[in-house]
């Protein structure tokens, strides 16, 4: 057989990172931005006292809790992830990133799991207001681990604040520098909103699915409401902060908004091309429909800038994989446009006081539920098969990053993640959707371990003229 | 005198991996221990006693990686790959285990829940067999040249780390009958005592047999525990062993409750310490030193504020959700 048709161990290692950080993140994706909806529902608990919102905070607690124990277990993979496979990046790069990790575990990974005991089991034991604080901590972790992990691949992507000693490594000069680097504000804003569409696409989906079979149900009423504000107001902004992202990654990473765009010639007046086929070989955009001018525009936010392509860069700093970041940034765009249709959906049909009675609305909710993670998703591709060739970007190259393990033992492992994570994340994420098909109930049990698993359907809803008008959802 | 960075920051990963070992130790070995307990309610009320705390007791292997990545990057970048194999094995059992942890109460038939029992079981057994591996590998050296590991992939199966493997899972099985006999009462409790004796005892064989093959195979090792200074440095070790066994055997007959548990910790916190008076000053044995594998200082001052902060932080949050959980666990009337 020739050796060129087997992958080699650095296909084999980029494949196994790419593979257990995709399937990693769509847990912290979602886990994000549903503490901190956990916290929202519990401070409006405190504040009423209304039973809707304690039941709610219970059936969301109980899918918290499974999901955030995913995220644990796939990210420890991770943590290790660096040393066996990318070892020489790891030397190279710890000085810098070290640091970072390490706060982020200090920070925030303990402060998760140390309060996350309290907020499932500890109601009863410390009383509301601790109980509160222990949610509020929990929320507050996950964004600190955001902060540091972001910062940590946004200076991979536009690396600042260090120098190159003798050996190659990168050492830091200016902490203030490597943290804050030029891309972070952008990709932290543009993240943490993302995981937090995420969260209102897949509780409005919940909300909507039960609205569909009983559409008295205050606890869906609340869920769907809630979650249509947040696309309604959320999704808007992410377009905004999508594209002073998108001008940040211009300035800093050309190759990667030119692989975006499709752009391989220098022109004014650039076009933002829909559709079409970049073909590396050709140095050209195959089949391109596109509107004249639009992505000057928009990179540029001047309708006659050139704006640069692929064939001004040099051909070994182009992302390797061009129709992969060419069309997982359509993906992302995509839904992204089309969370802004439901949240302007929402928001019409609100003010005619319809919001819980047209069904079509819940079911374009329902099949939003995986936009958002999969737009996550698409969006990490972009990000990174267009940072391609680098691991730190214009500094290290990817094929000098990676372990000196022998390919077929990268092949093995590789193969027992696909086979473990697929049969047990799997069997994780099919029994979030039983969790998801029964509806919230009043009275909804907290995440208590012998309590027995009640199919509850729509006999279970209560009477419904003895359930309080909702507030502020309403 | 000058504060030398790197040896606080050895003493403060040590503490870190000691940590996790002292703590997922209990919570792997109620796993190991599953095949001993088969009533569903025990099983129960197993799982409940660490159901608060898992999360956390999981997040010092995270220090241990993360900070070893941090403080001495040459450490990580070539113990790892010499270590592939095991690691990522005990990784994929750690999944295995922590989702079984969260689904085997809501499985909705008794075949469901028979299959995640398993899941936990055999992922904790495994998770616990390959960190002994690792530790036997990782004691008996690792290939280095330059900056880089040069063995190869299988180099670190051995019969040397077979042993240290199941002597591990025995420890992990010790410390998690002891925790049970802290935590329980009635009738779990009194099987508890009953599989601590023997677990017990084969700890100690464990101890005294991985001691006994490393001054056998090991020339190193010989002379730090044979010849002074070093005898005298580590001499306390093997007698300390020998007094905690009887004092352990006296808790067990007495039925004591909390000492089995401090006891078994202590045999691990001894055996530890040899370790650390083996291996001392090398962070990868045989050759580099924790000096070698330092990262840059800046990188040590510069997280070093901040754990100063915030370890002792951590610790105390961690002792108060420990503290808030106390007492007893019974069937039915866990944490709910």
């Not at chain 1, 003798?166 to 804003?189: K, L, Q, T």
């Not at chain 1, 609340?222 to 979650?227: G, K, T, V």
């Not at chain 1, 190259?397 to 994340?425: E, G, H, K, N």
Request: hydrophobic content about 55%; proline content about 6%.
């Amino acid at each position: 057989m020739s050796a060129d048709l087997l992958p080699s161990a650095l296909d084999l290692a980029r494949a196994q990172f790419a593979f257990t950080v995709v399937w990693h993140f769509l847990f912290p994706a979602f886990t994000i931005g549903l503490a901190s909806y956990l916290a929202v529902l519990e401070a409006f608990w405190l504040a009423t006292d209304r039973d809707v919102y304690l039941d709610t905070y219970r059936y969301w607690l109980k899918i918290f809790a499974v999901a955030f124990a995913m995220g644990v277990v796939s990210g420890l993979v991770m943590s290790y992830q660096f040393g066996t496979n990318w070892s020489v990046f790891s030397d190279r790069t710890a000085p810098v990133l070290g640091p970072l990790l390490g706060y982020e575990v200090l920070t925030a990974f303990f402060l998760e799991a140390g309060f996350l005991g309290v907020m499932l089991f500890g109601l009863e034991r410390v009383g509301r207001r601790l109980h509160f604080l222990a949610t509020g901590l929990v929320a507050g972790g996950t964004l600190l681990s955001a902060f540091w992990i972001l910062s940590a691949n946004s200076w991979m992507q536009t690396p600042a604040g260090h120098v190159l000693d003798a050996d190659g490594r990168f050492v830091p000069e200016d902490w203030w520098a490597v943290i804050f680097n030029p891309s972070f504000p952008y990709r932290f804003a543009h993240t943490v909103t993302a995981a937090y569409l995420t969260t209102a696409m897949i509780v409005g989906a919940v909300g909507a699915w039960h609205l569909l079979r009983d559409r008295a149900n205050p606890r869906a009423r609340l869920m769907f409401s809630m979650a249509m504000w947040m696309a309604a107001l959320v999704a808007p902004v992410q377009l905004v902060l999508g594209d002073l992202h998108g001008g940040n990654t211009y300035h800093h990473q050309p190759a990667k908004v030119a692989a975006m765009e499709g752009h391989f010639e220098s022109v004014a007046r650039a076009p933002s091309i829909l559709f079409g086929w970049p073909d590396a070989q050709a140095r050209e955009t195959k089949y391109e429909i596109g509107i004249p001018g639009l992505a000057s525009l928009y990179l540029v936010h001047d309708l006659d800038a050139k704006v640069t392509g692929l064939n001004d860069l040099p051909r070994d700093t182009w992302p390797t994989n061009l129709p992969l970041v060419f069309w997982a940034f359509r993906v992302m765009v995509g839904l992204g446009l089309l969370m802004i249709a439901l949240g302007g959906l929402s928001l019409y049909l609100r003010r005619k006081g319809q919001l819980y009675d047209e069904p079509w609305l819940h079911r374009f909710a329902v099949a939003m539920g995986p936009s958002g993670l999969i737009a996550v998703t698409a969006g990490w591709v972009v990000t990174e098969a267009g940072r391609q060739p680098f691991t730190v970007y214009g500094l290290l190259r990817t094929a000098d990053s990676v372990s000196p393990i022998a390919a077929p033992a990268v092949a093995a492992s590789l193969a027992a993640f696909a086979v473990v994570y697929f049969a047990v994340l799997g069997a994780g994420i099919w029994y979030l959707f039983h969790l998801f098909n029964q509806a919230p109930r009043p009275h909804e049990p907290g995440p208590s371990a012998d309590q027995p698993v009640r199919t509850a359907g729509i006999t279970a809803a209560p009477a419904v003229g003895a359930e309080p008008r909702l507030h502020p959802a309403e | 005198m000058e504060l030398d960075l790197t040896l606080i920051w050895a003493v403060l990963i040590a503490t870190a991996v000691f940590l996790y070992v002292a703590m997922d130790g209990f919570d792997l070995g109620l796993g190991i221990l599953f095949p001993a307990i088969r009533s569903k309610s025990d099983r129960d009320v197993m799982v409940n006693s660490v159901a608060p705390v898992w999360d956390g007791n999981e997040t010092w292997l995270v220090l241990g990686g993360g900070g070893l990545f941090a403080a001495f990057p040459l450490a990580y970048a070539t113990i790892l790959p010499a270590l592939y194999m095991p690691l990522i094995l005990m990784l994929l059992a750690l999944v295995f285990r922590g989702v079984a942890f969260e689904m085997r109460f809501r499985a909705a038939t008794p075949r469901g829940q028979l299959w995640w029992d398993r899941a936990f079981s055999w992922g904790s057994f495994v998770a616990a067999f390959c960190q002994g591996i690792a530790l036997g590998a990782f004691v008996q050296g690792i290939r280095v040249e330059g900056r880089a590991y040069t063995g190869g992939w299988w180099d670190w199966l051995t019969p040397f780390s077979l042993l240290t493997g199941i002597a591990l899972v025995v420890g992990y099985g010790l410390l998690g009958a002891c925790w049970l006999i802290w935590k329980t009462g009635g009738e779990l409790q009194i099987r508890a005592y009953r599989l601590a004796k023997p677990l017990g005892l084969a700890t100690l064989v464990g101890i005294a047999v991985v001691s006994a093959t490393m001054l056998a195979i090991s020339g190193p090792f010989r002379d730090r525990w044979l010849n002074l200074p070093g005898m005298l440095i580590g001499a306390p070790v093997p007698i300390l062993v020998g007094l905690l066994a009887w004092r352990f055997a006296h808790a067990l007959a007495r039925r004591e409750e909390l000492s089995p548990f401090l006891c078994a910790l202590g045999f691990f916190l001894l055996s530890y310490l040899g370790l650390g008076i083996s291996m001392w000053p090398h962070i990868v044995p045989p050759s580099i030193t924790i000096w070698q594998a330092a990262t840059h200082p800046k990188s040590q001052a510069f997280l070093l504020y901040g754990a100063a902060i915030l370890i002792p932080l951590v610790l105390t949050y961690t002792a108060y959700v420990y503290w808030l959980f106390r007492g007893k666990v019974t069937a039915g009337a866990g944490y709910h």
